[in-house]
């Protein structure tokens, strides 16, 4: 039982290039969630997933979009990646009905554009 | 859009003392907080939920709807306790505070 696992653990990108993270989660998880961690900034919400087939924008959704194809994934591409998509990303996952907001995280991403 | 503010990023106590982490939220129905942690090399976790009313290694948190706080609070604390700490509030998503670092010193 690998919980949530996110892909890659690091990544360098030039301006202008394109990535997918992949986090997946083997606990039969409805909700996923991928966040960025910036210092000063905390855990922003950039996008999210009620259920397979189902996303929905966050608090700072620019620039990056997300597709939920199979419960257990939830991927996050950036299209033409900018400096300030640099930070650290979280994603977790949440079972529905289940003890009420117990998100469990992965190990983060740590994306950096030049 | 629910909101949250912790408005210290550092704090620092010694080992023993009170320790209080400052969380106010803005949220115009009944909320559900969250206390989540990160320690050293570890993933975030949930810390304590206010629907519980729980004490987590020595930790509380009361909601206060008057004032729109639910601070987290150790009567005495440990250096295990140095984290970084983040508030969160449950809508239709979680959404976390900027977060504060406590570090417990010796």
């Known amino acids: 039982n690998a919980g949530v696992t996110q892909t890659p653990k690091f990544r360098v990108l030039k301006t202008g290039q394109s990535m997918t993270l992949l986090c997946a989660q083997d606990m039969n998880h409805e909700y996923m969630y991928w966040y960025r961690q910036d210092p000063g900034m905390g855990l922003r919400l950039i996008h999210y997933s009620v259920g397979e087939g189902t996303t929905a924008k966050g608090e700072v959704p620019d620039g990056y979009n997300v597709s939920r194809l199979k419960k257990q994934n939830f991927l996050l591409g950036l299209e033409s990646a900018a400096p300030s998509q640099t930070s650290v990303y979280f994603c977790?996952?949440?079972?529905?009905?289940?003890?009420?907001?117990?998100?469990?995280f992965g190990e983060g991403s740590r994306l950096t554009v030049l | 859009a629910q909101r949250v503010t912790q408005p210290e990023k550092l704090l620092s106590v010694f080992k023993g003392a009170p320790v209080e982490l400052k969380c106010n939220y803005s949220y115009s129905g009944s909320p559900e907080l969250f206390w989540y942690v990160q320690y050293s090399r570890q993933r975030l976790q949930l810390l304590l939920r206010?629907?519980s009313r729980e004490s987590i290694k020595g930790f509380t948190a009361d909601l206060n709807k008057g004032e729109t706080s639910f601070h987290l609070k150790k009567p005495f604390a440990q250096e295990e306790d140095s984290a970084m700490y983040y508030c969160?509030?449950?809508?239709?998503?979680?959404?976390f505070g900027a977060g504060t670092r406590l570090t417990v010193k010796p």
């Open positions: 977790a996952s949440e079972l529905a009905g289940g003890p009420v907001g117990e998100l469990f």
């Open positions: 969160a509030l449950r809508d239709n998503d979680m959404r």
């Open positions: 206010h629907i």
